[in-house]
């Protein structure tokens, strides 16, 4: 039982590091690298099987307890490697998806223990209609997290995944669910109470879909930060021009009270300039302070209105 669960673990965890990264920039030589990363991928699984790794692994102590957390660590940084192989991003980015493949693998593997326990299969069975009830549970979370959470997830806000907040946030999910997972796996073969097995099982599938979540919110805050960053600047650069047409219009209302008052001086002084020049150049004043007062109408909050007035 726990070689097929190893290698079914492994597979539903390349499979969702590869669905929540596949909208970010490929590397060249993308199909080769696939190739390569896959080949890798089973050449770790055949060895790590062979020196006994296992997603049931025997505690005996507190140093068997360690090893456990290490191999499961390892396992996600070797994922961690591959997806990096393939996909062209920041370490964050890499280390965000590797780990919400990891929580959504880990909550359709409990979800599985649940349903199991309800109806009532022992924990060391595992036969056909086993593999069945696993791959159909394993289908509707995997298809539960892209309709919810990958499909909302942007490519522009994956890749501005820089912050060390993250690295914290992903140290953390990672063990929560590592070291529960070990905990209660190790007192599945113990003669507790069956209730407090349960209990444990839901407490994890509710903290399993609590990290989950939290991660999306990371992600989610972030690109709502940058969206809110990048309104302000352009509110900035519009009051920024709406004062500075505001100073033109300014200048030119002053230069235009000052032609008005030379062409009076000069009516009034009875020079030798003919009346129809005058004319001509008072009227043409006139339709460009016209223009101008109509311009200082304008500002960034109505032309905002405006534009949201006309936007469908």
């Not at 080949?39 to 060895?47: E, N, P, Q, R, S």
């Not at 957390?69 to 396992?75: D, G, N, V």
């Not at 021009?241 to 009076?264: E, P, T, V």
């Amino acid at each position: 039982m726990g070689t097929a669960l190893s290698l079914f673990s492994a597979a539903k965890l390349l499979a969702m590091t590869a669905m929540l990264s596949w909208c970010l920039p490929h590397r060249d030589s993308f199909g080769v690298r696939v190739g390569v990363a896959s080949t890798l991928a089973c050449g770790i699984y055949i060895v790590s099987n062979a020196l006994g790794f296992s997603v049931f692994p025997t505690l005996t102590d507190d140093l068997s307890f360690l090893r456990a957390i290490a191999s499961f660590a390892t396992e996600l940084l070797l994922v961690v490697v591959l997806q990096r192989m393939v996909f062209d991003c920041p370490l964050y980015t890499s280390l965000f998806c590797c780990s919400m493949a990891y929580a959504i693998e880990n909550l359709s593997t409990v979800a599985d223990r649940v349903a199991a326990q309800m109806v009532g299969v022992a924990a060391s069975s595992f036969d056909v209609v086993d593999a069945v009830r696993y791959w159909t549970i394993a289908a509707i979370v995997i298809a539960g997290a892209y309709w919810l959470l990958v499909r909302r997830i942007e490519k522009n806000g994956l890749l501005m995944i820089d912050e060390p907040i993250m690295l914290l946030a992903t140290v953390l999910a990672v063990m929560l669910n590592m070291v529960l997972d070990l905990v209660i796996k190790d007192l599945g073969v113990t003669d507790i109470p069956r209730r407090y097995q349960h209990t444990l099982n839901l407490v994890y599938l509710g903290l399993s879909i609590f990290v989950i979540y939290a991660e999306y919110e990371i992600v989610y805050v972030r690109r709502l930060r940058l969206d809110v960053a990048a309104i302000e600047r352009l509110r900035a650069n519009e009051a920024k021009q709406y004062q500075m047409s505001r100073d033109s219009i300014d200048a030119i209302n002053l230069k235009c009270h000052d032609i008005r008052h030379q062409i009076r001086g000069l009516r009034a002084s009875g020079a030798a300039v003919s009346e129809e020049f005058l004319d001509g150049i008072a009227r043409e004043v006139d339709v460009y302070d016209s223009e101008t007062t109509r311009s200082t109408r304008y500002s960034p909050r109505r032309a905002c209105s405006a534009r949201a007035g006309a936007s469908p």
